[in-house]
């Protein structure tokens, strides 16, 4: 494992706590038991390091709780003692994240709500990690609990659990609902799931209605406005705070690119928009950063291979399941990035499927600035100076999506709300 992959909290500003332990070498370095102080690097020259999730220009790492070796936590330790104590450059110093936010995972049991719960556990910006499920989910959590990071992990099983699973949450995410199968759209998957996002976001209403709300289930284009009506009616709908993830294209499009043109993947950042369901995706092929030459089969073979990725893994799966592990790995990235923004970062951007005005449907998938309360600001210049092929398919794409739009709305307009 390379140094530069230690981080699993991506920032470009991070805190830190340090208490000096022990010298490096044999000669004895006197300080105070008692003593710790707050570090905080500004600075882009101090270390550019890259978690796998995002490019950023700090370093969080807890050296007794790593998930690393010890020869590359003892490394990393090295690194930072010149900066962090100027009288002694053999000290070894310590940095302890301030891991303060409470997150719950609703569908923590399943073939995504596992992978992701490893993920985040595995941030050293939370504290508390509350897992709920119907089924399964105490073994899940015993498992996690053996991993030697700071947060807490608590399980909860069943809606008799529910309330207590989301007392005090800073951000929910919700993997639940039941995967695709081979043959199966994602609109096949809307009566099961739209019934299950609905029935938690109510108990998200009720528990924690300022926490930011990560739907992930599908058909996320129909999910989203689910949850939106569902927090209307309960009176707590804040659009600043409501996200359909979509990070998973957003991470295929960067994959598939590098690997095409054989670009370095950190480099590669390719805006998603649209929503989050075959045509409806949208990679923005003429906005790539670094900048590329494509030819018009190479954009159409791009842009078909990133609607369809999902159906690829499904199919290369044939029947075990689907795709799990990459969105997992997506959902924790936008998890990260939601924590930096609850952590005071200004500068957190993602694409994500959320309330919108940048065209006429309500809802749509853009790069949007993230903030402590949530969006920010969506991001216009995406949409802008499109190619011929792109705006075509942006004028193609917005039929569908409005009708799944509409689909969500009628569902939770029909359902009763609990009181």
Same mark, same amino acid.
């Given at each position: ?54 490019? %950023?220009?700090?370093?969080? /790492?807890?050296?007794? +709780?790593?998930? *690393?070796?010890?020869?590359? $936590? =003892?490394? @990393?330790?090295? #690194? ?61 959590? %015993?498992?996690?609990?053996? /991993?030697?990071?700071? +947060?807490?992990? *608590?399980?909860?099983?069943? $809606? =008799?659990? @529910?309330?207590? #699973? ?61 949850? %939106? ?191």
């Amino acid at each position: 494992m390379k140094l530069t992959s230690c981080k699993i909290a991506a920032a470009s500003t991070a805190n830190f706590f340090t208490t000096s332990t022990a010298p490096c070498n044999s000669k004895p370095y006197m300080v105070s038991k008692s003593k710790s102080f707050g570090l905080r690097f500004n600075s882009p020259n101090y270390l550019r390091s890259f978690n796998g999730l995002k490019a %950023a220009t700090s370093v969080n /790492c807890e050296s007794e +709780s790593s998930f *690393l070796g010890k020869e590359s $936590t =003892a490394a @990393l330790r090295d #690194s930072f003692a010149p900066k962090a104590v100027k009288q002694n450059r053999d000290t070894v110093t310590r940095f302890q994240p301030r891991a303060s936010f409470k997150v719950a995972i609703l569908g923590a049991a399943g073939g995504i709500g596992q992978p992701l719960a490893l993920l985040i556990k595995m941030s050293p910006l939370v504290s508390t990690l509350h897992l709920y499920d119907i089924a399964n989910v105490r073994g899940v959590t %015993a498992d996690l609990s053996h /991993c030697n990071t700071p +947060s807490q992990v *608590l399980d909860f099983t069943g $809606t =008799a659990e @529910l309330p207590n #699973s989301l007392k005090g949450v800073d951000v929910v995410v919700i993997p639940a609902g039941v995967p695709r199968k081979p043959g199966m759209t994602r609109d096949d998957l809307f009566n099961i799931n739209a019934n299950i996002v609905k029935d938690l976001v109510e108990a998200v209403a009720d528990t924690c209605p300022d926490a930011f709300i990560h739907i992930i289930s599908n058909p996320v284009n129909s999910t989203v406005p689910i949850a %939106a009506e569902v927090l209307k009616q309960k009176g707590v709908y804040d659009p600043k705070k409501l996200f359909g993830v979509t990070t998973p294209d957003v991470v295929r499009a960067n994959t598939f690119v590098a690997q095409k043109k054989n670009l370095k993947l950190i480099d590669v950042d390719v805006p998603v928009v649209g929503g989050h369901a075959g045509i409806t995706i949208l990679p923005l092929l003429s906005k790539i950063k670094p900048s590329v030459s494509l030819t018009d089969e190479e954009v159409e073979e791009l842009t078909v291979r990133i609607q369809n990725a999902g159906t690829e893994v499904v199919d290369a799966k044939a029947g075990a399941g689907s795709a799990t592990l990459s969105m997992a790995y997506a959902a924790a990235r936008f998890m990260e990035s939601s924590l930096r923004a609850l952590d005071g970062d200004s500068d957190v951007y993602e694409c994500s499927y959320v309330q919108s005005e940048l065209t006429e449907l309500p809802f749509f998938a853009s790069r949007v600035k993230l903030g402590k309360n949530g969006v920010e600001a969506l991001i216009p210049s995406d949409l802008q100076g499109l190619t011929e092929y792109e705006a075509k398919a942006l004028e193609a794409l917005k039929p569908e999506l409005k009708a799944s739009i509409e689909k969500g709305v009628a569902f939770a307009n029909k359902q009763p709300v609990t009181a």
